[in-house]
Antibody, heavy 122, light 110 residues
């Protein structure tokens, strides 16, 4: 059974930092592109970042570029999101999600974690 | 990086069919066949309903179907049921090698 479990969220002051983790199991983590998606309270989904299978390609939404860093540890089957210079508008539930296919181009996220809440407030 | 355009709400009676549109540009929806659709119930994680425009995961009901014409993708729900009441989001790959969601559509079963 595929499982994704986020952790590391919490309350942080503006300008602060947090590192989110997404522990995975039930699939060959090293074969899959992984993503972070967030959802502000009462708002829609916002794509945040993606990392390729070999970590050679990392992309970010304009809203987080230069402040967030995505990474992965295939030995631990874990995805990370380092968030620096946090702002009030970063307040959201953060989800990790797995790309639907292991090889070739495709579009879709078939497994999601339950989300970890991040609140940026003084 | 503007969100794709979806209607804020769509409604229908049980048994009817409804269609949700997702409009982008040549740089996203119109340029790639990497459009997917997600269903989200309150307080829950999103669920993949359609990927690559029209492909349906095996566990998703065949009442859900996807299509695309030009810069607009569509999700159709046939035989609408009470359990289909939820928020729906489209997601597309973009020419900047990033991804962008639609603003979301609230589906109400009357």
């Amino acid at each position: 059974e595929v499982q994704l479990l986020e952790s590391g969220g919490g309350l942080v002051q503006p300008g602060g930092s947090l590192r989110l983790s997404c522990a995975t199991s039930g699939f060959k983590f090293s074969d899959y592109v992984m993503n972070w998606v967030r959802q502000a309270p009462g708002k829609g989904l916002e794509w945040v970042s993606v990392i390729s299978e070999d970590s050679s390609t990392r992309q970010y939404a304009d809203s987080v570029k230069g402040r967030f860093t995505i990474s992965r540890d295939d030995s631990r089957n874990t995805l990370y999101l380092q968030m620096n210079s946090l702002r009030a508008e970063d307040t959201a539930v953060y989800y990790c999600a797995k790309k639907v296919c292991a090889t070739g181009p495709c579009g879709g996220l078939d497994y999601w974690g339950q989300g970890t809440p991040v609140t940026v407030s003084s | 990086q503007s969100a794709l355009t979806q209607p804020a709400s769509v409604s229908g009676s049980p048994g009817q069919s409804i269609t949700i549109s997702c409009t982008g540009s040549n740089s996203d929806v119109g340029g790639y066949d990497y459009v997917s659709w997600y269903q989200q119930h309150p307080g829950k994680a999103p669920k993949l309903m359609i990927f690559d425009v029209s492909n349906r995961p095996s566990e998703v009901s065949d009442r859900f179907s996807g299509s695309k014409s030009g810069n607009t993708a569509s999700l159709t729900i046939s035989g609408l049921q009470a359990e289909d009441e939820a928020d729906y989001y489209c997601l597309s790959y973009t020419s900047r090698r990033t991804w962008v969601f639609g603003g979301g559509t609230k589906v109400t079963v009357l």
